[in-house]
């Protein structure tokens, strides 16, 4: 580890190229934090945004009106506004007012009183719903896209409504949909950036304020421009195996 | 009192211009142009309580506009108060737009290269914290707990390097104050010359800024970048050196509620001159 600080120390002596986060404690504890809050941030919300999307989708077959309209009604309020405005709505504007309202559960946080939501619990609850909107979406094309026929033959076998949907329509569903989720999550990923107007310290808010102590401001960028090569690379690296694991000779192929 | 300061004011001006005089060229433009049009133009803030900002009516009024009248009385002639913005007062006495700049600049030396500063600083500003009455006392009451700042300052890293505070920043000094206001920061840090001007404000009544401030930064007024050491940068040295110890800007501090600083008190004692031979 020493030879790796010691490398970034004498790239700033020789070149002026200022990578502190590598070499100063203070900077790389910081930037660790950054990465790990970021990636957590992330998992999270890839996770819920596919189960909302999969819940979702099923909800917006139901037979009851009210629960089709609720599933209409959360796509367009999330699907139609920014995620910035989201992210300080749900942090300013709704979770001061479940606070006043003492709805929302505080806990003791070193004689300090936090709510049990705090930014980072939000950026979760506004990302995941974000993209998730656009999921139920997805997967609705992945269901529609599955053979009346099918479904017909799954009825005729007695399958359930639910039951039907777990085992036969979303499997199917699951794999017409993959390219479009894909695309999605990769963008769910960047996204996570924004957190930052809601001071959640994930990478885009710690380089920020490594840049502005240290000035190196384009080593900073090159740094994250990485950092979100490589995330987004990861990503789509596995959904691209999970793609493959999943094929079914034949299926969703033109012939 | 204003008149027997001012003429030491111009003594001092005078007999330390004389030895400025030998080595540059001074044409003391600024300085006749003044005095031949009877007004003198003053850049100052018109958005920083207490400092420079407008009453009720409109007009500018404030800590630095009281210095500015005080220079153009000493001079004899008119004041006119021009409003200046942080990011191009230095560029108003560049071009001559204004011929003196009291607005609440820090004093530093990349902006020495452009601007005329006479010493001594008039005033001094750091690090400190608003918080609510009661909540913070010292420093050290900060460790481990949130404490808002905004995105980019400086004070963020030192506070929670000496005193490993939770630095929670926001992109602008707004959602910051707004964090604090909403109870998910115990304090906010932040220059003391803006904490005091929003307590000034009269909106933050349940709120004080308790702490001793860190980092001292001199403001320092400023004359066209080549005057300094001529007449005018001269004569305003002599201005700001009565105003320390006559305890003018003392006066004016209280006058605008500003939180005393130990600035003000410390020059006012080291500049002060010992006339007890005169008895």
Known sequence: ??????????????????????????????????????????????????????????????HFRILRLVVAGYIQFFRNTPPLVQLLFFYFALGKTLENLGVMPMYDAGGWQQPLIGNFGWAVVSLSFFAGSFNVEIFRSGIEAVPTSTREA????????????????????????????????VNLVKTTTLAYVIA??????????????????????????????????????????????????????TA | ???????????????????????????????????????????????????????????????????????????????????????????????????????TMSDRADRRKVVGVPEPPYYTSGTNVLAKKGVVKSWEDLRGKPVCGKQGAFYNKATSQRYGANIVAFVGNAEAKQALKDGRCIAWVYDDSSIMADLASGDWNDYEMPLKTEDDNPWGLAVPVGERDCLFGKFMSGMIYNWHVSGQLMELEKKWGIQPTAYLQKMKEKLDFDRSYLQ
């Not at chain 1, 304020?209 to 596995?238: A, H, K, R």
């Open chain 1, 200 to 253: 959640v310290p994930e990478m885009m808010y710690t380089a920020n304020q490594i840049w502005s102590d240290n000035v190196n401001v384009p080593e900073m960028m090159t740094t994250l421009f990485f950092v979100y090569i490589t995330l987004v690379g990861v990503l789509v690296w596995l959904m691209h195996r999970w793609e493959r694991s999943m094929r079914v000779p034949g299926f969703g192929q």
């Open chain 1, 154 to 185: 799954a009825e005729a076998l007695g399958y359930t409504r639910l039951k039907s949907y777990i085992y036969i329509i979303l499997p199917l569903a699951f794999r017409v949909s993959l390219p479009a989720l894909n695309n999605n999550l």
């Open chain 2, 1 to 103: 009192m204003i008149p027997r300061l001012s003429a030491f004011a111009l003594a001092v001006a005078i007999g330390l211009s004389a030895a400025g005089a030998a080595q540059a060229e001074c044409k003391n433009d600024t300085l006749k142009k003044v005095l031949d049009r009877g007004k003198i133009v003053v850049g100052v803030k018109a958005d920083y309580k207490p400092w420079g900002f407008r009453d009720t009516s409109g007009n500018l009024v404030g800590m630095e506009i009281d210095m500015s009248k005080d220079v153009a009385e000493a001079l004899g002639v008119d004041v006119e108060l021009v409003p200046v913005q942080s990011s191009n007062r230095m560029q108003f006495l560049e071009q001559g737009k204004i011929d003196l700049m009291i607005a």
């Open chain 1, 1 to 62: 580890m020493q030879a790796i600080y010691d490398w970034a120390q004498d790239l700033y002596q020789r070149t002026g190229i200022n990578l502190v986060f590598i070499y100063e404690e203070y900077e790389r504890v910081r930037f660790i934090e950054g990465l790990q809050n970021t990636i957590w941030l992330a998992i999270i919300c890839v996770i819920l945004s596919v189960v909302i999307g999969v819940v979702g989708a099923w909800l917006q077959g139901s």
